[in-house]
């Protein structure tokens, strides 16, 4: 058999087209080029295997690699000995691998019904050609047709076109019969197939091909066309699993509980369900365990979130209904009380269904399959707890993981079996319960989306299998922004690229197959940080203290070109005057002088057990508690980080350097000087490094799914990042408040790409209610005239009527995606409306050991009874095109 490859692609110097295969015998066939843009190869084989599969992709002499959409090639054809494929390039990026994702491909625009395609049988003398064409967006009640100058075509008449069949969708295809050398002009269309008549004609000039001579069969598959329908837009509702209430639940929300959640937002003409970070946290069993982005294993899912009422046995009933009863009467999560419950339930219920169990079909199914991290993870909850510490380096055993003893451990046989099965138990009902929400949601034409975080715990399972990956002496967190103006610190430990390049990132791609187990779109948490991160050390606290890795650092060299002598002293430790002493701590500073402080030079530094501000932090008494944050600012009262091992040679600047003291108290020419190498160090020359960085490691991650990807780009975001997420089809989160461009105080429509997810807040944000009463009288009153467009003097509280203005506002946007959280929603009804704004609030990153612990006040129930309510809302999102 002989298929024939051509495709055409205009390539740039050096570049050449490979087809690449999944088969081992004939991994790639190169293609050569021809003439006009044409790129044509031959394969020889003596039977087609059933599973071939094929793509297109360009290699060029630097060893980079452009491939086209990640959709595999089929062939479907019949038995032919010449087969010529005739195709076109699909564009990997915008709008193509956004619409091809699971999310539209699956759910939004998946037909009800499939159509068959005409059939076509071998004629002698004539060639079997099959034209097909992926079309993800198609109305349920129409037919994608071709139209052209030949009777096999229709001769330009409608009623007898060429119907496309859908069974292999977003594939659509039929084949005809046609002459060698016959000359072809014709269009797509939608039409409608009860009355014939056309809905819409593709635009531009008729496409042209003329049937070669020699193969028996051709497979013409065409470009994509847009059809005169506008851009698609959507929108969705916000909301923590753990905020959810239901008459069902035990004081927090479950899995099962999404359901409602779904029925809610299809009521609404809602298309998204959005929700956080899912994963187990259990590492103290306390309320600080409640931070839903510090999961002790990147895969397992949370126990909180367990539906007791799934489980095999009902045990002690009256007690269970009283228990459900006195948590869910609570305003807000008790997470303590909820672990504790849900986690000595199980147990019982494992007792009694623990024989049958380990030894059922579905068991074993779920453990082969994840097998790769369930294994570990049990091993790591078992030693956990045996040892009352997810700290592993603080075990008696099994400080470092050995995979041989984690095996017996774990073996069947083992005496610690029975412990380390219960999270089996666990995870395999964790598993069944989100798959079924992910399942529903889709069945009802709503995408379930989920939040991947940036960062892993350090006292994890994962840290713990594969220390390698990670390095350990860095702490993730963000720089300095209005919400958190000392920086974040997550506590995370950040990551060793370059190790996990070396297995093509299979930890990451590992985390979103998983998650398309349950999501058929997800959030990208902090996506800045896969280009670069901040990265504070070990020893000290606050976010401020970090620098963004990696980075080109400034060289030595660079200050005297500018005419700066670099006083090491000065510039790299913490500049420390008596003076600045007594205007920092007043009464305190003879006190903190004596205790903390020495004489250094001409000036103060201070001691040695004071240096960092972790040892700070370990060494103040109860009584000196308030000196703590003031202590903090002396450390961080510095102009340069040394980069470690360039003997001087190399520094970072610090973030915000010019609100330190230690600049303020600089002539103001070195002032003038420092800025400038700031400038550059922070906005131009680190752009292409850091694109470079991004484009090396999303690309391969992002092959690992189809999911529809959405990237959490707010902050200090450099340039090169839009330009890489738009390149791979990520979209973009715009936030009202957060406005990416510097010339405006709030978001615009104008700088709001189509491609993008707007929100007027997030889970870190105050929601619009309280937002409104945080805001001065300025700039709530610059809020109203210039963003509502309102007259006179605003409102002092967020009334209805202005949550509304934001809500529809947020709806007319050009945004592919708006989506709500729920208190956001809730603002436009008096009634419906939590009484106290404050309590909505989820998160306050700048504390740093902050209780998630927000829970509707209203039930599921009373929502989906709220007529008057839904009604209106689903009145707005079709009077704006989104329902």
Not at 82 to 99: F, G, H, I, K, Q
Not at 501 to 523: C, E, G, I, V
Not at 567 to 585: A, G, H, K, N, W
Request: one cysteine or more; charged letters at 25%; aromatic letters at 14%.
């Amino acid at each position: 058999m002989l298929i024939q490859f051509s495709i055409n692609y205009q390539t740039k110097w050096g570049q050449q087209v490979f087809v690449r295969t999944n088969q081992t015998s004939q991994p790639s066939i190169a293609l050569e080029y021809q003439q006009d843009g044409w790129w044509k190869g031959t394969w020889e084989t003596n039977k087609l295997p059933a599973d071939f599969a094929y793509r297109y992709q360009v290699l060029d002499g630097h060893g980079h690699t452009d491939e086209e959409l990640a959709i595999d090639r089929t062939i479907n054809i019949g038995k032919v000995q010449n087969l010529l494929l005739e195709d076109s390039w699909r564009s990997r990026e915008l709008p193509s691998v956004a619409l091809h994702a699971s999310a539209f491909e699956q759910v939004i625009f998946k037909p009800a019904e499939l159509r068959k395609a005409p059939s076509c049988s071998p004629v002698v003398g004539k060639v079997k050609v099959q034209f097909q064409m992926l079309q993800v967006r198609v109305p349920a009640h129409l037919q994608l047709a071709i139209v052209g100058n030949t009777k096999a075509l229709g001769n330009w008449q409608p009623t007898d076109a060429l119907l496309l069949g859908s069974m292999d969708y977003p594939l659509w295809q039929a084949a005809v019969t046609l002459s060698p050398g016959q000359h072809l002009e014709y269009k797509y269309v939608l039409l409608d197939p009860k009355s014939k008549e056309v809905v819409s004609w593709e635009a531009g000039p008729n496409r042209v091909y003329n049937v070669p001579y020699g193969p028996e069969a051709i497979v013409k598959t065409d470009s994509s066309f847009s059809f005169a329908e506008g851009n698609w837009k959507g929108a969705g509702v916000a909301m923590p699993v753990f905020s959810l209430r239901t008459n069902e639940s035990f004081g927090c929300g479950e899995f099962t509980d999404l359901h409602k959640l779904v029925d809610w937002a299809k009521q609404l003409g809602m298309s998204m369900v959005q929700i956080l970070p899912v994963n187990d946290t259990i590492a103290t069993y306390t309320w600080v365990d409640s931070y839903p982005y510090a999961a002790i294993s990147v895969f397992a899912l949370h126990p909180l979130y367990l539906s007791i009422d799934d489980l095999e046995h009902t045990l002690n009933k009256a007690d269970v209904e009283r228990e459900r009863k006195a948590l869910n009467a609570l305003p807000e999560v008790d997470y303590e009380a909820v672990v504790k419950f849900k986690l000595d339930y199980a147990r019982k219920v494992y007792k009694k269904a623990k024989t049958a169990f380990l030894k059922s079909e579905a068991f074993a199914t779920f453990f082969t399959e994840n097998k790769h991290w369930l294994q570990d993870y049990a091993a790591f909850c078992y030693l956990r707890d045996k040892y009352r510490t997810p700290n592993f380096t603080a075990w008696e055993s099994h400080q470092v993981y050995d995979q041989t003893a984690i095996a017996a451990l774990t073996d069947p046989k083992s005496k610690t079996y029975d412990e380390v099965a219960f999270h089996y138990y666990l995870q395999f009902h964790l598993d069944k319960q989100l798959k079924g929400a992910g399942d529903y949601a889709r069945s009802k034409g709503v995408v379930l989306k989920g939040d991947i975080p940036i960062g892993i715990y350090r006292h994890s399972a994962d840290a713990w299998v594969a220390p390698e990956l990670y390095n350990m002496n860095g702490q993730a967190g963000a720089p300095p922004d209005d919400f958190a103006t000392e920086g974040q610190n997550w506590g995370f430990p950040t990551y060793d690229w370059e190790e996990m390049a070396k297995t093509d990132y299979k930890w990451w791609r590992q985390r979103f197959t998983q998650l398309s187990r349950y999501f058929d779109a997800f959030r990208i948490d902090h996506i800045l940080g896969f280009f670069r991160i901040w990265e504070t050390p070990i020893d000290q606290i606050e976010g401020i203290m970090g620098r963004f890795n990696p980075a080109l650092p400034v060289q030595l060299d660079e200050f005297y070109q500018r005419g700066i002598y670099f006083d090491f002293d000065r510039f790299c430790l913490p500049y420390i005057t008596i003076e600045l002493v007594r205007e920092i701590f007043g009464e305190d500073a003879a006190y903190v002088q004596d205790n903390f402080l020495e004489v250094f030079h001409n000036r103060l530094k201070l001691k040695d057990n004071y240096a960092t501000q972790r040892q700070i932090k370990a060494a103040l008494s109860p009584a000196d508690q308030h000196l703590e944050k003031r202590l903090f600012s002396l450390v961080s009262n510095v102009l340069f980080f040394e980069v470690e091992g360039s003997h001087g040679s190399q520094f970072h600047p610090r973030i915000d350097m010019q609100k330190t003291w230690s600049f303020r108290l600089l002539d103001g020419y070195t002032q003038g000087q420092l800025t400038d190498v700031y400038n550059d160090y922070f906005y131009r020359r680190q752009e292409d490094f850091w694109r470079e960085k991004g484009m090396t490691k999303l690309p391969a991650m992002k092959e690992a799914t189809n999911m529809l990807i959405c990237g959490e780009d707010l902050g200090m975001v450099p340039n090169c990042v839009p330009e890489v997420m738009k390149d791979l089809g990520i979209l973009s989160l715009e936030i009202q408040r957060m406005a990416k461009n510097p010339q405006t105080e709030f978001l615009s429509a104008a700088d709001i790409p189509y491609w993008s997810v707007c929100s007027p807040s997030t889970h870190d944000m105050s929601p619009i209610r309280l937002w409104w009463e945080e805001e001065t009288p300025e700039r709530r009153q610059r809020f109203c005239n210039r963003e509502l467009g309102w007259w006179g003097e605003g409102p002092e509280t967020c009334t209805p009527d202005l949550a509304q203005a934001i809500i529809l506002q947020h709806l007319s946007w050009p945004t592919m995606w708006t989506v709500f959280p729920l208190q956001d929603m809730l603002a436009i009804d008096g009634d419906l409306r939590h009484p106290d704004p404050a309590a909505e609030r989820i998160n306050i990153p700048a504390i740093t050991q902050h209780y998630w612990r927000y829970r509707m006040h209203l039930s599921m129930e009373d929502l989906l009874a709220a007529d008057d309510y839904n009604n209106h809302f689903r009145e707005m999102l079709e009077e704006t095109g989104r329902a």
